[in-house]
């Protein structure tokens, strides 16, 4: 991974119009955001998805012309009252986001006054964008001044593919220390919010995170701050509170897992020729083909991550994987890659030499003699009632 992507030279054409082949020459590529490579890190071995997302598919439309589309998603209530509450924590020059920065992640340092800088990040295209960022960035760590960076572009490759990232809001300070700071619509209350909500939001947060290690690598003085700063709406109102989040161990898992991300060349190179997941000109019967021939891991979790996960869902009961019943299932039951083929262990049927296919029929026999009817259990011996004392 790197936070600066090979410029246009540095990648292959032929590679650049295989990919524009497979998502369509006329579809213009889906830019990867820090939300799908949080849920590609947390599925690596998924090459469908790898390969959908580093050629910039539009997997919604995509799954919408294979007859099962996504069902989830923010309504427009829940954007139009995210972006409200986020112009709120950033108005008046970014002043109460800082407050809330200095007064949980650095109490001990010079609090931030009215001339906090807030640079202008405006720029051509994501590059332009992400260069001014890392300008910006080196331009505050050398002022060591309260320095708000309000939606800047960052830059990471991932599996041989560029990916632009704009975290809500990135916060320097005057040591040098750069903070993550995440804004979420969910509220907070007691101090306390779901912990799911905030759990997405930390492994969203440690894409970022591993984004700016990158630029701060070489900027001297710079460091990366492991806890981020989580802003939410107060109890039931429209106040922002916040409070720090350390997503060290977010960060780790996410960094190992997108290490082990196939390279797109090699995905793409083992398809057939004229392969393509256009919706506008291939059938629903070729989209299923074309899918079919890049290899999937379903997992149940996939259904609140994936735009596809309807569809391989269905893939996957109907060939009888046991992947249908989650990860910790297909786990445990080891070569036995099928429902058809754990149920013949579990009758007595499967490799008798196979110790999953054994524990699998004990356990099978040891269920059926806790549920046999009690009428067909041997009596057993009570003990003699003693005799009554009057």
């Not at 990040?121 to 060591?144: D, I, N, Y």
């Not at 001044?145 to 960052?154: A, K």
Request: net charge neutral; with cysteine.
């Amino acid at each position: 991974m790197s936070s600066y992507p090979p410029s246009s030279p540095a990648q292959p054409t032929s590679l650049r119009q295989r990919l524009a082949g497979l998502r369509g020459p006329a579809v213009p590529p889906r830019p990867l955001d820090a939300r799908a490579l949080a849920a590609l890190a947390a599925n690596p071995g998924c090459g469908r998805r790898a390969l959908l997302d580093g050629a910039g598919v539009d997997k919604t439309a995509l799954a919408t012309a294979l007859g099962s589309p996504a069902a989830f998603g923010q309504s427009q209530f829940a954007i139009v009252r995210g972006n409200s509450f986020e112009a709120k924590v950033k108005g008046d020059g970014g002043a109460e986001l800082l407050r809330l920065v200095h007064a949980h992640l650095a109490p001990a340092a010079e609090p931030p006054g009215a001339g906090a800088r807030v640079p202008d990040l405006t720029a051509a295209g994501p590059e332009g964008r992400a260069a001014r960022t890392a300008l910006a960035l080196r331009e505050a760590t050398s002022a060591k001044d309260w320095t708000l960076l309000d939606h800047p572009m960052l830059a990471l490759e991932v599996a041989g593919s560029p990916a632009y990232l704009e975290p809500d809001a990135v916060v320097v300070h005057p040591d040098g220390r750069w903070t993550v700071v995440e804004i979420k619509s969910f509220p907070m209350i007691d101090g306390a919010a779901d912990a799911a909500k905030v759990g997405a939001a930390a492994r969203q947060a440690a894409v970022y995170v591993l984004a700016l290690e990158r630029t701060a690598g070489k900027l001297p003085g710079a460091e990366v701050g492991h806890t981020v700063l989580l802003v939410c709406p107060k109890d039931f109102s429209n106040l922002p509170t916040a409070a720090p989040v350390d997503i060290r161990r977010e960060r780790s898992v996410t960094r190992r897992q997108l290490d082990r991300l196939t390279r797109v060349e090699e995905l793409a190179a083992a398809l057939p020729e004229g392969l393509s997941f256009d919706p506008a000109t291939r059938t629903a019967e070729e989209l299923v083909e074309a899918v079919s021939a890049v290899d999937a891991a379903y997992a149940p979790e996939c259904l609140a991550a994936c735009e596809l996960a309807f569809h391989c869902r269905d893939r996957a009961r109907s060939a009888d994987q046991v992947t249908a019943l989650g990860r910790s299932v297909r786990g445990e039951l080891g070569a036995l890659t099928t429902v058809e083929a754990a149920l013949a262990a579990a009758a007595g049927t499967g490799c008798a030499e196979d110790p999953t296919a054994a524990a699998l029929h004990r356990a099978a026999r040891l269920r059926a003699e806790a549920l046999e009817p009690a009428a067909f259990r041997p009596p057993h011996p009570s003990p003699e009632t003693p005799a009554c004392p009057c």
